[in-house]
Every structure is written in structure tokens, then in C-alpha cells.
């Protein structure tokens, strides 16, 4: 079985990193070495993770410079110096199903270089019927809006683009070497997720759409912000937050 990693970045995610950590211990899959990368957090996040007793090998990545994508980052080019050839990445305040692991193996091993999973809402924090259906839908239009966008037509791509979600997502450790990564920039200039897809597409294409690859998203930014803003900060960072500390929705 080849080497698989699961990255999860962190900031500041102590009392949300232990249903993400007991989500991935059930996990149908467990041969996998979880790197949570600690992204210069000031609360306690690494020694949450240091004490869960995890039935899978854990490694703690200090990251300093902040934003999403550069601890992301990190993470990927801890795990392949540590000779993972499978990666796979969710966050901090998200709980991937039961076969997610699983999952991810079966479709890198048919053949996959990238695959981009399905977001739905966390059950336990009780969505709404518009939380469930209506703004899962307007960010699937999106998506389909993002497919005729000129930036995303270039000539030089190999295959179509399609919806990707930072927390739900897998690749091997050669395509991630050889597109280049994640890029490293702060969580309010950019889509890192996107950006690692447009990179893939130049050098792949083996790249899939995975509905059955499900990872639990968090509503709390949704519910900060509201959906329009939302939205808008989902499209190219249309809308920001006036401070780059009310970025981190707690």
C-alpha cells in the first residue's frame, strides 16, 4: 500500500481540531500519517493534538508565516520529504466521512493525479434548509460560471476546470511537485485551492470531481458574514473583512 498523508493546517482550531482528529481515528482507512501543521497559533491547538491518542502516526508542523495556503504547503513538503507519495488534505473545523480515506486511495489508485471531493454542511451544528440546499447550490452555479470564465480557458490547461474545496481534496506527491503547490500567500489574497487546481490543469489530465469523497464543512463563516458576502469572498476575494483578523471566523 503506498505511503499516504493527510495535511491538516491549523490556526487557533483547539476546540474545533478534536472532532476533526476523532473523524479522521474513525476513518475505515487508518494507514495514513496525519501532519497537523500549527500555523503560528496562540492557543493550545498542537498540544490538543499531541494528547489525542490517535491510532495512526502524528506529526506537528510549526508554520509561522500565516495564511492557509503557505501551512498547506508546509504540510504537503513535510509529508513527501518523509516519503508520502498519496496526499491528501481537509481542515481543522471539518469532519470527513467515515470513508474518506478510503476514498481518496481508491481514486489516486485508478489512476487520478487530483481529486477534488464534495462539501456539505456539518449535521452537528444543525444547518437550515437554505444552509443545506440554497447556498451549496449558488456555490455549485459558481462553479459552472468558473468553467467559462476567460481566466480559467486558457490553452494551456488540459482539462476542464471544476469545483475544488481547500478541505477536501487529494493528490499525488509527483503532481504536487511538479505543478509547483500550494500557493504560499495569506488566506485574504487568495483562493489557494483554485490556484493549485490552474497549476495541476497545466500538467494533468487525470484530474476528477469526486462526489463520493465527502468532508463536513463548518458553517461559522457563513453564518458570520452572511451569504452574499460569502459568496463574494469565495470569488476572488470580491468582499474582505475591514481587518485581516476577522478573516479567521472563531
Known sequence: ?????????????????GATLAALAAQTDTGFTLVVVDNASTDDTAEVVRSFP?????????????????AADTGFRHAISRGAVLLARTDADCLPAPD?????????????????GRSVPRRDERPSIAERYVFPGAVRLAALYGRWRRAHRDPSFRTPYVLIHGHNLALTA????????TARERLEDGSEDVTLLNRARRHTDRIVRAEDLVVENSLRRLRAWGAKRTLLWYWDRRWRPAGSGEVHVR
Open 174 to 181: 509527483d503532481l504536487y511537485q511538479r505543478c509547483g503547490g
Open 1 to 17: 500500500m503506498r505511503p499516504l498523508a493527510v495535511i491538516v493546517p491549523a490556526y487557533n482550531e483547539s476546540r474545533s481540531i
Open 54 to 70: 490517535a491510532p495512526f502516526p502524528v506529526e506537528v508542523v510549526r508554520e509561522d508565516e500565516p495564511g492557509a495556503g503557505t
Open 100 to 116: 474518506w480515506v478510503a476514498t481518496a486511495r481508491r481514486h489516486l489508485g485508478a489512476g487520478a493525479e487530483l481529486v477534488c
